[in-house]
């Protein structure tokens, strides 16, 4: 519903101090040349008689313009999501406009600042995007537009709107692209790896007659003995398995990479994977920790399972505590009733911190079937390898290379404790989890 503005206030535009220099170098430079005098009078009478029809259309009571904005309730996390301003001009006259949008102040812009004009009797829309990189509640401002006539020596200050909230959720844009992907039986992404699909799990269906392309190793000769044609056993695809992302929140989480969290990325990527695991019929749960657990939600595929995994994952905030893994463990003990597929997000910046968890990451997964999700640090990574100038870069630099030389031992570590593991860069780390989702779940191992 649009909201008639009657609020202003005036402006003197650049274009007004422009022409007053402009008149003061020509009646300066009459001294020299008196011909000047005469077209600095001229000039002058024509911009006050301007200003008074600009200041007269400007402060006319029958300016009726009306602004709203529309955006969707909820935003996705380090997404672009579209906002709209809606203008309506109900005045027989043409308008420029300026127009600031006051931003949450979680965006931190600054410099936020849209043009357009309004023609006669019309409506126009603007449309903006905006990035968010935290999760929460934002609040906009007002709408504030700043009008110009033809002649924009003036400009009148329109105020509109009142605070309106945008919820920030993790990516559900991600989540929908990534499904899309995930529809077909094999998914393969582009720059990753392709794999190999087992052609079937060990869940038996049906016995059905045999067909030209039918698996010959699958010929039932005890029931091809009891019928007249050949018969072969159809396996089917094993569902209802249940599937846990674990998320660590200490501070080792909260490292920021391309402006987002540790601890986002592997928000974003748990709602990914759990959505995944939905669509392939399996049980999707989520746990989260610290020096104590957050949530702990037993795995479920019922329909509201998503919703609630969504609303759980909004609402996560980092610790500044050290993680306990004894009290995860003891967690997933009380939590996780059946042997399932456990995808453990952390961050491990060295080997002594991988060791001090590794007994418990081997009692984990004895019972399960665990997957250690940890990150590269691509910054250290960019600079182990640049050329140093002195004796103090050599040295931060050779430090540098046993960072990236420890992770590669990590994951030499883990999977020769038979843990699986995958080591990614932030950015990439969705569809490498995701991938290695459909690697286990292809190969009927989980």
């Known amino acids: ?19 007053l220099v402009l008149l003061f170098v020509i009646f300066a430079a009459s001294y020299a040349f008196p011909a000047l005098f005469n077209l600095g009078k001229i000039a002058m009478v024509i911009l006050f008689f301007v200003a008074i029809i600009d200041l007269l259309l400007l402060v006319s009571p029958k300016i009726l313009l009306s602004a709203t904005r529309k955006t969707s309730e909820k935003w996705s996390l380090s997404d672009t999501n579209k906002v709209h301003i809606h203008i309506r001009n109900a005045t027989p006259l043409f308008w420029k406009l300026k127009i600031i949008d006051e931003l949450p102040e979680e965006l931190q812009v600054r410099n936020f600042l849209l043009y357009t004009t309004l023609d006669s009797m019309r409506d126009s829309d603007v449309e903006y995007q905006v990035k968010p990189l935290k ?14 006539t033809p002649f924009g020596l ?49 869940e038996f269906e049906q016995i059905k007659d045999y067909v030209r392309g039918d698996d010959m190793r699958h010929i039932n000769w005890k029931a091809t003995g009891r019928a007249t044609n050949i018969k072969t056993n159809h396996f089917t695809e094993e569902r209802a398995q249940p599937v846990y992302c674990i998320i660590d929140k200490s501070r080792s989480m909260n490292l920021a990479f391309d402006g987002l969290t540790l601890l986002d990325y592997a928000i974003n990527a748990s709602l990914v994977i759990s959505n995944t695991v939905l669509q392939k019929g399996d049980r999707s749960g989520l746990i989260t920790f610290s020096d104590k657990v957050g949530t ?65 990451l081997r009692k984990i997964n004895k019972n399960h079937l665990l997957v250690v999700v940890f990150f590269e640090n691509e910054e250290v990574e960019k600079y ?22 420890d992770k590669r031992q990590m994951a030499f570590e883990l999977n020769n404790h038979g843990i699986q593991c995958v080591v990614t860069k932030p950015q990439d780390l969705t569809i490498h989890t995701l991938n290695k989702y459909l690697e286990l779940k292809s190969k009927g191992i989980i």
């Open 135 to 148: 999760r929460g509640l934002y609040t906009y401002g007002k709408i504030r537009i700043f009008v110009y």
């Open 384 to 405: 182990a390898y640049e050329t140093s100038k002195s004796l103090s870069e050599i040295y931060n630099r050779s430090v540098a290379r046993q960072m990236v030389s």
């Open 296 to 360: 702990a939600i037993r795995a479920d595929n019922s329909p509201g399972m998503l919703n609630k995994l969504l609303d759980s994952l909004y609402f996560q905030k980092y610790r500044t505590t050290e993680a306990d893994y004894e009290f995860l463990f003891n967690a997933i003990g009380r939590v996780v009733n059946n042997r399932s597929l456990l995808f453990l997000f952390a961050n491990f910046e060295s080997m002594y911190a991988l060791h001090r968890v590794m007994p418990v």
């Open 154 to 202: 003036f400009s009148r200050r329109i105020s509109t709107g009142g605070e309106q909230k945008v919820a920030v959720y993790p990516s559900v844009l991600q989540m929908k692209r990534y499904s899309l992907l995930t529809m077909t039986k094999i998914a393969r992404f582009y720059g990753v790896k392709k794999m190999r699909r087992i052609g079937h799990s060990y």
């Open 1 to 19: 519903m649009h909201k008639k503005l009657t609020r202003f206030d005036l402006f003197i535009a650049p274009r007004t101090w422009w022409a």
